[in-house]
DNA sequence: ATTAGCACTCAATATGGCAGAGTGCTAACA
DNA sequence: TGTTAGCACTCTGCCATATTGAGTGCTAAT
């Protein structure tokens, strides 16, 4: 770090003003308004040193500074103190995530969205498990009627199921009951992932005597477990970004907003990988659409695998502390939550 | 009606070039460009009585008129003419429904969204059916092994399953089928609104032995069942209107975005009931939030069922022959599709 | 090395004048 | 009596100009 102490204190001085008050931030202003015993005439000069360097920006010639995304890089990594919640807070998250851990994963993933929006007053996307990631706990055919069968498929965080498989001639259930426990057999403790063509027709040979049933079932079972599904986007508080005056400007709330309903695009900046939260910084984002925002990731994990991840996103100049705190404590209880209810060892 | 034809025929020119131009029309404008063969003096002396008669608004003294709620009301019943859908969008319609067709329920609804939101270039919303109308096919019960259980509840168009019931004692499999056929005997055939406490109870009372596991399952599966299902709504295309300049001052645009992150209120605006496609304009709404929008509202069907309905949101200055003319064809073609891929008579 | 002071720059805001669109009214006309 | 041409009037939107205030960079003094 080429920073020496007093440039340091300046740039969060700075940085912390400007977060708060969104405004061009002048050296008479960080003179007075806190305690560095120095001159505003001094903090000018650190402040051209410091514009010099690439941690500030100066919208025009007569105006104060405002942080560039390297300034906030220095800033959430080294310089900004890290937040405590307080108790309603706490309370908040844990109240939430408890009321709805018995529904269906989606379910509580959905509100999950709904207490972290209204927390961080920010726009929260979250996406949901791949189902492909699930595991097969038990396969189950049900007959509708003589000629109808349904196949349903446990897995420890969902439930799949297939249309119904209109069969060319009746079967009796002592046939069906056979049929489904070699669908048991052979399939229980995969992923839905690892069930592919080649195990699927190792299932078909392993036994004889049932290939015209099998060819009508195992095809249509096939297509349901491996319907494509890319993980479900859930937002919530998109219109929170209102409440920022750098989207003031008609045409950046609308690029914003816009941004919002590209779900793809939203998958994309969600796929990050690895264990602990991430700040994404202006342009340090990979979309042009989004090179004045930030967002801050997480994925979340049943056991350690990791099954799904959200994001806060809001303007650069984005309150990171709060965020980052109460996305922390959000997320371990929440691992903690869904370790405990969907964990199969 | 006591307007008379010279009347109508201005108020509908007016209405027409208002709908492109998003300007308050000016007698001259109408005269010049629709062949009426009367002068703007004449014009504007019937413009002046239909704004007496509430029909037009003038924004101030010296600008061309605007249509009132009244007048969109008149122009919506009696003088728009009907719109014919190009092939274009014939096909794309057909083929959005019928690619999707097979999924579950509600991603079909999911996908009609963006159909409907691309062809219309408003704002869609959808409430997927309520699984509370749909009617048990088959009640399965899954082993998952000998200490816990599973409900699957097949109905005509949804899959609701219980959460894993974990039982004080082992159960063989040829009593946790008993038990299997007793639920579909009794239960077959309602609706999921029908199954109530004292149904249950009457399954309970009519057999004797198995109290003891029923009273471990029962109040699971009951609970799954009457899991309040409020009606999923989906939303699409809500930054579409930022391409209607009257949202182009940001705090119409707020208002806008704010209203649709309400769920609650969304769905009370779907929650009309009849057949056929409703307009509501401006005023005419319930809510203050949408006094400037129109909302063209229609349910769909499963035979003759009513299992949901959409929306299409607008200014009021919505291209109605044309959102009508689209709606029309989409409900009826997907009613046809919904019924016959999931009726059960 | 720090600071006070000063000239300079630039955005934001207010002010006034002008052009254009549209109206209502009156008087003439068929 | 209904229609129309003409004209004075009103109001918005736009442009140019002046003013203000915040903030800088530089210089000279401490």
Redesign the pocket.
């Known amino acids: 770090m080429d920073l020496d102490e007093r440039k340091r204190h300046i740039l969060k001085a700075l940085i912390n003003d400007y977060i708060v008050t969104a405004e061009?931030v002048?050296?008479?202003?960080i003179a007075k308004r806190y305690r560095l015993g120095?001159?505003s005439?001094?903090i000018?000069?650190e402040?051209?040193d410091l514009?010099d360097m690439g941690y500030l920006e100066?919208p025009?010639?007569?105006?104060?500074?405002i942080p560039s995304d390297k300034g906030y890089r220095v800033y959430v990594d080294c310089l900004m103190g890290s937040e405590k919640l307080s108790n309603q807070e706490i309370e908040l998250i844990k109240n939430s995530i408890c009321s709805v851990i018995e529904g269906e994963i989606n379910r509580i993933i959905k509100e999950m969205t709904k207490v972290l929006s209204a927390l961080t007053n920010y726009t929260v996307m979250v996406m949901a498990p791949q189902t492909m990631n699930s595991m097969v706990k038990h396969i189950q055919l049900i007959a509708i009627d003589d000629l109808h069968v349904m196949a349903v498929v446990v897995t420890n965080f969902s439930v799949v199921n297939s249309s119904s498989i209109t069969l060319s001639r009746p079967i009796d259930s002592d046939k069906l009951m056979t049929i489904n426990n070699i669908l048991n057999d052979k399939l229980k403790g995969l992923t839905l992932e690892e069930i592919n063509l080649k195990i699927i027709s190792e299932v078909q040979n392993s036994v004889t005597g049932y290939s015209e049933i099998f060819n009508e079932i195992i095809p249509i079972l096939y297509k349901s477990l491996k319907k494509r599904d890319k993980g479900e986007i859930y937002l919530e508080g998109s219109s929170n970004i209102f409440n920022y005056p750098e989207y003031n400007a008609i045409d950046k709330a609308k690029q914003f907003l816009t941004m919002l309903d590209k779900k793809d695009l939203l998958r994309n900046l969600l796929s990050c990988d690895g264990d602990s939260i991430k700040i994404s910084i202006g342009h340090e984002n990979q979309y042009d659409e989004i090179s004045d925002c930030s967002i801050v990731t997480s994925s979340y994990k049943i056991g350690d695998d990791v099954v799904g991840s959200l994001g806060i996103i809001g303007p650069t100049r984005m309150y990171y502390s709060k965020v980052t705190a109460i996305l922390e404590y959000f997320i371990s209880y929440l691992n903690d939550m869904l370790t405990s209810y969907y964990y199969d060892k």
Chains 1, 2 share one sequence.
């Open positions: 061009p002048g050296s008479r202003t120095i001159s005439a001094t000018r000069n402040m051209a514009e100066q025009h010639t007569s105006a104060g500074r």
